[in-house]
């Protein structure tokens, strides 16, 4: 008995010790490596096996102080967690990743996060807080005189001026950019490129024509670079209606493999080059064009959602599995301890029991020693029965959450693919109603037989009222859930307020919605406001957040 007690403890310490040794026997090289390795998984959106790469070169590091190792770790796990959206955590990391380099490391170090952090809020829209982090990473690169890297941030509070509006800052910005950036540096001609893109804003047109002609493109960039100006020069000679030369540029887009959005953008221009020359019918099948690629864009949203939530789940269930470790190993150290005090008190008895056998000659040894094995059947009868119902419930608990998962992404599957049906149509009917109207308008319109057919031949295009109302139809199918408690919470809605809720519950923004509804965006926005009153809310809660908590 003794022997199996000492072999049981010693197979434990082993255990442990072997573990510890593994662990500290990275060295740096290795563990830059495996970041390498965990970087290029997270580019191919595989963020558990990227995650549990880096959580175990952050424990080597941290267990050996290897400060610059633990951060690139830190700073490679929010990356992970931006790139899914999952914002509050990655912000949790990034600031971890900056503690340590403020107290360990070079400047370098700290200018990355700050500037992750940057683009995190610029994400978020929370353009402000991007702005404070953009300039406190620039005023480090001008601190070190880092040329690359004040260009770099420069850019950034370009674009970031940029896209809130504010030319004339964006200007300074992609000036100064131009000024720090080297010869034959990447962000030379993207502040090129930025200034040019104000001038076309600011209806210097001509200008713009100029200044892109003049870029230089070179490198592994030049697809996106030739993109950028091909899309700078249509626009602008369709400003200064060179319909011709314009078309040409938008046409050039389709010397390159493009993604659904570049070819929405040349789409999109060669329909205004067409509505420009009259031609409607290629209008429309640009138009057309467009809407398929929409839902293309649509359906490949709906895969990275779907493969975003795919991640989240599988790390949830990864920090689930390291929680129930934790709880597991402490539930091992109280039933070594247990065993201990078990076997602490067998031990008194078989001491006390031989005492009293040597006084009194008493003890059958035999029979004592099989009420001994008795007991450690027993015990270890009782523990495999507690394993294996802890076990199943925790089976019972994850197909539950699982089947949950799968329904709600089931539904958000069939809202997406019918908001994408019932958008198509409303934009078509849009555009052919527009077309119809101008051609009506035309003199002698009825005279015109060849005109006349055309006009009759487009009326045949328009989608009925039926089929648009497909959408509720589908939609109250898919979530019946979500009508019930809306409606049990707020009865004083009507049918009219109800559909303008569905269509706000799927995320549909208000252009789209007026769209659907055919009427203005001025009614949309007051339709909304009057809803919000109508249910008792702030006029400054999010609706979409609100209905979805339903």
């Not at 102080?65 to 914002?87: D, K, M, P, R, V």
């Not at 403020?102 to 610029?122: F, G, R």
């Not at 769209?515 to 249910?535: V, W």
Request: charged share 25%.
């Amino acid at each position: 008995m003794n022997h199996k007690f000492l072999q049981f403890t010693i197979s434990i310490w082993l255990f442990g010790y072997l573990g510890l040794q593994s662990a500290v026997g990275q060295s740096r090289q290795q563990c830059d490596s495996l970041i390498v390795d965990a970087v290029k998984l997270l580019e191919k959106d595989e963020n558990l096996k990227s995650l549990t790469q880096l959580s175990k070169v952050k424990t080597v590091a941290h267990q050996n102080n290897w400060y610059l190792q633990e951060f690139n770790a830190i700073n490679n796990i929010g990356n992970n967690y931006y790139s899914i959206a999952e914002y509050a955590e990655a912000l949790n990391f990034y600031t971890q990743a900056y503690a340590i380099a403020i107290a360990h490391l070079k400047s370098d170090s700290e200018m990355i996060v700050l500037n992750n952090i940057a683009i995190l809020y610029s994400g978020e829209k929370k353009f402000d807080q991007a702005k404070e982090y953009f300039n406190r990473a620039l005023e480090l690169a001008e601190r070190n005189n880092n040329f690359e890297k004040m260009s770099l941030y420069l850019l950034n509070l370009g674009n970031l001026y940029e896209e809130t509006k504010q030319y004339q800052l964006a200007k300074t910005y992609y000036e100064r950019a131009l000024t720090k950036s080297a010869k034959e540096s990447r962000y030379k001609f993207y502040a090129q490129l930025g200034l040019i893109k104000l001038d076309l804003y600011n209806g210097n047109n001509q200008k713009a024509i100029d200044d892109s002609e003049k870029l230089v493109v070179q490198g592994n960039e030049s697809k996106i670079k030739q993109l950028s100006r091909f899309g700078i020069l249509a626009k602008a000679h369709l400003n200064l209606n060179k319909l011709d030369i314009a078309e040409l540029y938008a046409n050039r887009f389709f010397d390159f493999k493009l993604n659904y959005q570049e070819k929405i953008t040349a789409f999109e221009i060669l329909s205004d080059i067409a509505r420009k020359k009259n031609s409607y019918e290629k209008a429309l099948i640009y138009k057309d064009s467009i809407i398929a690629n929409h839902i293309k864009d649509y359906e490949l949203k709906n895969e990275k959602t779907y493969m975003n939530n795919k991640s989240r789940f599988e790390i949830l269930q990864y920090k689930n599995q390291i929680q129930e470790n934790k709880i597991a190993s402490e539930k091992d150290k109280m039933l070594l301890y247990v065993s201990l005090i078990i076997i602490i008190a067998l031990f008194v008895i078989i001491w006390l029991s031989y005492r009293n056998y040597k006084t009194r000659a008493a003890m059958d040894s035999k029979n004592f020693a099989q009420k001994e094995e008795d007991l450690i059947q027993l015990i270890e009868k009782e523990k495999k029965e507690i394993y294996k119902i802890e076990n199943e419930n925790l089976e019972a608990v994850e197909l539950l959450n699982y089947e949950k998962q799968e329904l709600s992404k089931e539904i958000e599957f069939k809202n997406r693919k019918n908001t994408a049906k019932a958008l198509h149509l409303a934009e078509r009917n849009l555009l052919l109603e527009t077309i119809i109207a101008e051609l009506s308008e035309v003199k002698n319109v009825k005279e015109n037989t060849t005109l006349t057919s055309s006009l009759k031949k487009l009326k045949q295009h328009l989608a009925t009222s039926d089929e648009l109302s497909n959408f509720m139809v589908h939609f109250e199918e898919i979530n019946q859930l979500f009508l019930n408690n809306l409606k049990q919470r707020h009865p004083n809605l009507n049918g009219n307020d109800i559909r303008f809720l569905s269509y706000v519950y799927v995320n549909l923004n208000t252009k789209e919605i007026s769209n659907l509804l055919n009427i203005t965006l001025d009614a949309c926005r007051k339709r909304k406001e009057r809803i919000i009153k109508k249910i008792n809310l702030d006029s400054d809660t999010d609706l979409y957040i609100y209905l979805n908590s339903l």
